[in-house]
């Protein structure tokens, strides 16, 4: 089972080639996965920058806390277009989204799979009342409808990321069909009271709540 870690922060929106060049330099230039690195993530929605960081083990376990290679030099140059989210910011780990709700089936997890990002705002607090909702629904036959195999939910200030694994033939013949379903249709329900689009102006659909990625980065040893 793959561990991530989600960063949360504002971003200059059209801005996506420059950072991900960024990325792009300093991945191949350095060697992440020395620090026990092995792949990441770069999305994009309307103001925001998601960074999902893939590690083998859970760095406190593993050891392996240090920042990337080149930490200083990548946030210097990211640091006209990538700035802090949260309004309690006082230091890097507090663009780090927390972990409240972690689900996945028993048995290996298929080779093949598709990571969705999705985000929304979080009422303040709710994060027991989201995790329950999700608990119930993951507890029935929804996961394996959806060809689920792993969700993880965080949160930072009002941010909500949906970290949605799914098996890619699944995830290819289920999308845009969730509303379909419902069992899914009960769980949006469900989140009403907790979750609303980030953008609820330019929201017409489960869609549009869906994260851009813009680059994607695997160790190759």
Same mark, same amino acid.
């Given at each position: ?21 960024? *990325? ?19 999305? /994009? ?30 946030? !210097? !140059? ?11 910011? @006082? ?8 972990? *409240?709700?972690?689900?996945?089936? $028993? ?15 979080? @009422?303040?607090?709710?994060?027991? $009342? ?6 119930? /629904? ?16 965080? /949160? ?23 509303? %379909? @379903? ?7 329900? %469900?989140?009403?009271?907790?979750? !609303? ?16 990625? *813009? ?7």
């Amino acid at each position: 089972m793959v561990f991530r870690n989600v960063i949360v922060c504002h971003m200059v929106p059209g801005s996506e080639q420059i950072v991900g060049g960024v *990325f792009g330099h300093y991945d191949q230039a350095t060697r992440p996965q020395d620090l026990g690195v092995i792949g990441r993530y770069l999305l /994009s929605h309307h103001d925001l920058y998601i960074h999902v960081i893939e590690r083998e083990q859970d760095p406190r376990i593993s050891g392996q806390t240090r920042g990337l290679p080149a930490f200083q030099k990548i946030a !210097e !140059e990211i640091g006209p277009y990538v700035t802090p989210y949260p309004r309690y910011w @006082k230091n890097p780990s507090d663009s780090v989204a927390k972990e *409240f709700y972690h689900w996945a089936p $028993d048995g290996e997890p298929p080779a093949d799979t598709t990571l969705t990002v999705i985000v929304g705002r979080i @009422k303040p607090g709710a994060e027991p $009342d989201v995790a329950r909702v999700f608990g119930e /629904s993951d507890a029935g036959s929804l996961p394996a409808d959806l060809g689920v195999t792993g969700r993880w939910l965080y /949160s930072i200030d009002d941010v909500y990321v949906h970290l949605l694994e799914q098996e890619s033939s699944a995830a290819e013949a289920t999308r845009d069909q969730h509303g %379909d @379903k419902p069992a899914f249709g009960k769980v949006m329900q %469900d989140l009403g009271p907790y979750i !609303e689009p980030y953008r609820p102006e330019r929201w017409q659909g489960p869609q549009d709540s869906v994260a851009t990625a *813009f680059y994607r980065w695997q160790a190759r040893d």
